[in-house]
DNA sequence: TCTGGGGTCCTAGGACCC
DNA sequence: TCTGGGGTCCTAGGACCC
């Protein structure tokens, strides 16, 4: 058997963690640029705010019922996000997590026996509340797909199932599979809901007794082969061991404000490239590769469902595979050159490298002299002081030092886990 | 006035090879 | 009139996820 563990309403039980006051009120997190809504507590939902709804559509709900409203804080996120994950390694045996995002993982286990399943799991869920503070709902079944199936319910009903639900006959799974409707699947996203819908395939049993080959030609070709069989109990979606390292890493973001100037725009870009080097350091990988896309702003028309409007993009080979600030920088900007149309505003940007391989194994070029990677010790440099001090103290004059783009966020809450300077007062 | 950011996997179709 | 077949690799774009 396989679970799903998944953090409840996991920005918002981090935020109230440092601010218990919070326990029963209704409490919101922002999304970067305190765009959209991404975390609503229990309280919240009751109300009415939509998930992934923009903030300022919300707001009049959010002031009438006094929601405690939070940009997002990863640095705290990705510290307690750890800490669950560690906490859950020290009690399985080794390489049975497989962490799948910030908020959940898949855990195997095989090595229960199907009657302790369910005491096995309080015992999970007990102890990581215990040791970190968060309250985690686990869905235990055959399959992958079938513990998504089984986790949403857990979370659904709560008092009834106190956060964990285990799918270990047909007769529960059938039942389960009821009460789940296509586009709540895991795996069924808008389109394919609709479409599903069309055919009268309304919930997740009648789309498990649909036709292997139907569901080839309709739902995406193996993916959809693979939803039907793991919907029958039939695993088709292995356990991954850990992902060590990215295949594409990108910094992308909304502007502050709409940006109609080269200058600005190339700042923000060689910001964005910092970042994505940075990232590209940790896993000790370069990339041969860099894209840069910027998006004009353009009106919505009334009532229209809000999509962004294309975006410009283009990208460029690097001689060589690389992983300093400098050398990513300066491809970058002159991409910028290329994109960027006067008398245009853009309202956002983003740069993201790909064909990334290990630093340790760049494929050498005939026509570039070899050399050491000497930027190596000056960007670890960098990155150690920018870590551990403070955001960018360090950082290339090509960011600027204005930055009129950067991001708002305004209501962000104390890095409580990962600043000195920020740790939780008591008196 | 204000609608996120960062990923993955898969397919179709073209170029190219023998 | 007939105009191969089988394979690989690459890219762009679609769909999905949280």
Same mark, same amino acid.
């Given at each position: ?26 409490? &919101? ?11 609503? !507590? ?24 006094? $929601? ?23 009690? =399985?045996?080794? %390489?049975? &997590? ?37 309250? &985690? ?7 992958? &797909? ?60 009648? =789309? ?53 100037? =080269? ?16 990232? =590209? ?9 860099? !894209? ?23 990208? $460029? ?10 050398e990513l920088i300066k491809p970058a900007v002159a991409l910028v050159d290329r994109l960027f149309e006067k008398g245009r505003t853009y309202k956002k940007g983003g740069v993201i490298l790909s064909n990334i391989v290990p630093d340790d194994s760049i494929q050498g070029n005939l ?5 050491? %990677? ?54």
């Open positions: 058997m396989k679970a799903i563990i998944d953090c409840n309403s996991f920005y918002c039980s981090c935020e109230r963690l440092f601010r218990p006051e919070l326990a029963n009120r209704a409490v &919101v997190v922002l999304s970067n640029n305190d765009g959209c809504i991404v975390s609503r !507590s229990d309280e919240a939902k009751a109300i009415g705010v939509e998930m992934a709804g923009p903030y300022f559509k919300a707001k009049p709900l959010i002031l009438k019922y006094g $929601v405690a409203t939070f940009s997002s804080n990863y640095n705290l996120y990705g510290d307690l996000s750890w800490r669950v994950m560690e906490t859950l390694r020290q009690l =399985l045996p080794p %390489n049975t &997590v497989e962490v799948y995002s910030v908020d959940e993982c898949f855990i195997d286990l095989s090595h229960i026996p199907i009657k302790e399943l369910r005491a096995f799991c309080m015992h999970l869920k007990d102890t990581v509340e215990q040791w970190t503070g968060i309250k &985690v709902s686990i869905g235990v079944a055959p399959t992958k &797909v079938l513990s998504k199936v089984a986790n949403r319910l857990a979370k659904k009903h709560k008092l009834a199932t106190n956060c964990v639900l285990v799918l270990d006959s047909p007769r529960k799974t059938q039942q389960a599979l009821e009460k789940t409707l296509v586009e709540d699947i895991w795996g069924v996203g808008r389109q394919y809901a609709t479409k599903l819908q069309l055919y009268n395939i309304n919930n997740a049993f009648e =789309l498990s007794k649909q036709n292997i080959d139907w569901a080839h030609r309709n739902l995406g070709g193996v993916v959809g082969k693979r939803l039907i069989r793991e919907l029958n109990g039939e695993a088709s979606m292995p356990m991954n061991e850990e992902r060590i390292n990215k295949k594409i890493i990108a910094t992308t973001r909304m502007f502050g404000k709409p940006v109609s100037t =080269l200058k600005e725009i190339k700042e923000a870009i060689a910001t964005y490239v910092s970042r994505a080097a940075e990232k =590209l350091r940790r896993q000790h990988s370069a990339a041969a590769t860099i !894209s840069v896309f910027i998006v004009p702003k353009e009106e919505t028309a009334p009532g229209a469902r809000f999509r962004h409007g294309p975006s410009i993009g283009t990208y $460029v080979e690097l001689p060589q595979a690389s992983s300093s600030t400098n026509f570039i002299p070899p050399e050491p %990677n000497k930027n190596r010790m000056l960007m670890s440099m960098i990155d150690n002081v920018n870590f551990s001090m403070r955001n960018d103290l360090i950082k290339f004059a090509a960011s600027g030092t204005t930055r009129n783009w950067k991001m708002r966020q305004e209501l962000r809450s104390p890095r409580y886990t990962s600043r000195w300077e920020e740790l939780c007062k008591v008196k």
